[in-house]
């Protein structure tokens, strides 16, 4: 049988060694906060969802508030609004169609809005400075 080679953890002090050989940070201790895009991607995100709430009716708007943003019970949301259980889960499972339906037209517009942005910019690049300066030929095919 061999024997395994054991390799003990090396400890770094932080406060010992603040600075390496090569004058660098010896420890970087990357960030873990999310990237400029994924906060905006988040905040779009929390958009869409608001706006789609604001279109449900009220009653229904209250049964998701409770049920899956305060992460209440379906009984504990029967008792806050008055309702029978069956009342509470009928409107949850009303609720969450119109919610998936409202959020998918407005993530169609919105992927609609940034292709006609990106294909707008594209043309404004590619587009003739000056219409006198642009020339036009024909190209033959061999045939």
């Known amino acids: 049988m061999l024997r395994r080679k054991t390799h003990g953890l090396r400890e770094i002090s932080i406060d010992e060694s603040q600075v390496s050989k090569e ?3 010896a420890l970087e201790i990357p960030d873990s906060s999310p990237g400029p895009e994924i906060r905006y991607f988040q905040r779009e995100q929390q958009e ?4 789609a709430l604001g279109q449900l009716r009220p009653s229904m708007r209250q049964a998701i508030e409770l049920r899956d943003l305060r992460e209440l019970s379906v009984r504990e949301t029967a008792l806050i609004t008055g309702l029978s259980i069956a009342a509470v889960k009928a409107r949850l499972f009303h609720a969450r169609r119109q919610l998936r339906e409202a959020l998918r037209r407005n993530i169609r517009s919105a992927k609609g809005s940034a292709q006609r942005f990106a294909w707008e910019s594209s043309a404004s690049k590619n587009a003739p400075r ?3 300066r642009t020339s036009t030929r024909e190209i033959s095919w061999p045939g």
Do not use: E, K, V, Y
Request: hydrophobic share 50%; no cysteine.
């Open 23 to 25: 004058g660098a940070p």
């Open 48 to 51: 869409l969802l608001s706006a």
């Open 130 to 132: 000056d219409a006198s």
